[in-house]
């Protein structure tokens, strides 16, 4: 009888196993796919009036960002809540994609969600972002991209203030500033 069970037990491993390579192996399959694949949750403009996409080879992408630029908007990457640079900031002016400058979030919409990220409550134009499913890390979360470039950004929640009730946390490393004519960055910490 003690045999059954060690064998029983070594199948149930086994089968852990087997189904834990599984879904590492879906992961990556998933997080290779195209940005333009079926799991596109929201596009709620027409195709037309949509900004260029820009497509550049991995090689190119790694000559025009930081290490840790390209770590978050080409790996999908995060960085550690409370360090970023744009987490605090006060300034008033524009966000805009690091890799292809594209304006994304107004600094109206900032608000201090106590996450350690920067956060908005709306993106500029809803043809700045491309929303999509992200099950990565067995939770269930919408990723937030740039719509031009498909640089991941962060995640968009549904915890956030009025008027939209949304969170969209986004990485600093995905951001880049551009200050308002009347604002010389005197809005830092």
């Known amino acids: 009888m003690t045999v059954n069970k060690?064998?029983?037990g070594t199948a149930v491993v086994i089968l852990f196993t087997m189904a834990g390579l599984m879904i590492a192996a879906m992961h990556d399959q998933q997080m290779a796919t195209d940005k333009g694949d079926s799991q596109t949750i929201q596009k709620t403009e027409k195709e037309t009036n949509m900004p260029d996409k820009i497509i550049k080879s991995e090689e190119e992408w790694k000559q025009i960002l930081t290490a840790e630029q390209y770590q978050v908007l080409r790996k999908g990457?995060?960085?550690c809540a409370f360090t970023g640079k744009y987490y605090e900031y006060?300034?008033?002016g524009v966000y805009r994609c690091a890799?292809?400058?594209s304006a994304l979030f107004n600094s109206?919409?900032?608000f201090n969600s106590g996450t350690g990220w920067p956060s908005f409550?709306?993106?500029v134009s809803e043809k700045s972002v491309e929303l999509l499913e992200d099950?990565?890390?067995f939770m269930k979360r919408i990723e937030v991209r740039c719509y031009r470039c498909g640089g991941h950004l962060g995640h968009v929640f549904d915890d956030g203030p009025a008027p939209t009730n949304q969170r969209f946390?986004?990485?600093s490393a995905a951001l880049i500033f551009e200050a308002a004519a009347a604002d010389s960055g005197a809005g830092q910490k």
Request: aromatic share 4%; glycine share 16%.
């Open 6 to 8: 060690i064998k029983t």
């Open 77 to 79: 990457g995060t960085e």
């Open 90 to 92: 006060k300034g008033q």
């Open 99 to 101: 890799g292809c400058g």
């Open 108 to 110: 109206d919409t900032k």
């Open 121 to 123: 409550w709306s993106p």
């Open 135 to 137: 099950n990565s890390l």
């Open 169 to 171: 946390c986004i990485n």
